[in-house]
C-alpha cells in the first residue's frame, strides 16, 4: 500500500540552527500538507501546498518556516532559526484532493524534532 | 480563529463497555474527518462526513454528524483493548479553503 515517508524520524539540533525535515508524498497525490504535535497535544496546521506554491498557512508558519518541492517527489520544511518551543512531532500529510472534495489525508509517520 | 474541543480529554474504560467522544466547532463545517492516532503513532483517517444528519458506521464504531453541522460523535460498542489511541475529529469550513482542523482530540485506555 502506498504511504507517505518521512526522515528523520528524529533530529536533535542546537537552538538557533536550521533544520530540513523531508517528506516523500504519495506519488500520485496533489496536495500536501505539514501539521505539527506537541507531546500529548493537539494536531495543528501548519501549511498547505498545491501546484508548486503555498495554500494556506497558519499564524504559527511564520517567516522562520519555509516549504518547498524541488523536484518531483520530495517535500521539504526548512525552520531557519529554531527556538525551543519548536520541538514537536512534524507530520507530512498528503491528499489527491482537497478535503473539502472528500480527500482524506494520508498522514506519514512524522519526524521529532528536538530543539535543545 | 476557527476552533474544535472535544471531550472527553480522556476516558479509561474496562472492555467491553461503550465509548462516545463528542466535537464541537465554533463555526459550521462544511464536512468533518475522523482519525485516530495509537501512541506513539501518526493520525490514520476513519471516516468523512459531508451531510447534515448523517450517521455512518463502520463495524463496532458508530459516526454522526449534527443537524447544524457544527458538532459531531464517535460512538464505539463494546470497546476491544485495540481501540487504544487518540480519537480526533477535523473540520473543514466552509468556502475556499482546504486547512482541516484537528479537534482536542479524546485519549481513550481500555483496561482488559
Known amino acids: 500500500e502506498p504511504e507517505v515517508t518521512q526522515t528523520p524520524s528524529h533530529q536533535v539540533t542546537q537552538m538557533g540552527q536550521e533544520v530540513i525535515l523531508r517528506c516523500v508524498p504519495i506519488?500520485?497525490?496533489?496536495?500536501f500538507y505539514w501539521y505539527r504535535q506537541i507531546l500529548g497535544q493537539k494536531v495543528e496546521f501548519l501549511v498547505s501546498f498545491y501546484n508548486n506554491e503555498i495554500s494556506e498557512k497558519s499564524e504559527i508558519f511564520d517567516d522562520q518556516f519555509s516549504v518547498e518541492r524541488p523536484d518531483g517527489s520530495n517535500f521539504t520544511l526548512k525552520i531557519r532559526s529554531t527556538k525551543l518551543e519548536d520541538s514537536a512531532m512534524y507530520f507530512c500529510a498528503s491528499t489527491v484532493r482537497q478535503p473539502f472534495n472528500t480527500g482524506e489525508l494520508f498522514f506519514g509517520e512524522g519526524s521529532r524534532l528536538t530543539v535543545l | 480563529g476557527q476552533q474544535v474541543m472535544q471531550i472527553p480529554q480522556y476516558q479509561h474504560v474496562q472492555e467491553g463497555e461503550d465509548f462516545t467522544t463528542y466535537c464541537n466547532s465554533s463555526?459550521?463545517?462544511?464536512?468533518i474527518q475522523w482519525y485516530k492516532q495509537r501512541p506513539g503513532g501518526h493520525p490514520v483517517f476513519l471516516i468523512q462526513l459531508v451531510k447534515s444528519g448523517e450517521v455512518k458506521k463502520q463495524k463496532r464504531l458508530t459516526f454522526q454528524f449534527g443537524e447544524a453541522k457544527k458538532n459531531s460523535s464517535l460512538h464505539i460498542t463494546a470497546t476491544q483493548t485495540t481501540d487504544v489511541g487518540t480519537y480526533f475529529c477535523?473540520?473543514?469550513?466552509?468556502?475556499?479553503?482546504?486547512?482541516?482542523?484537528f479537534g482536542t482530540g479524546t485519549l481513550l485506555a481500555v483496561q482488559p
Open positions: 506519488s500520485n497525490h496533489l496536495y
Open positions: 477535523a473540520g473543514l469550513r466552509g468556502g475556499a479553503t482546504n486547512k482541516l482542523i
Open positions: 463555526t459550521t463545517l462544511s464536512n
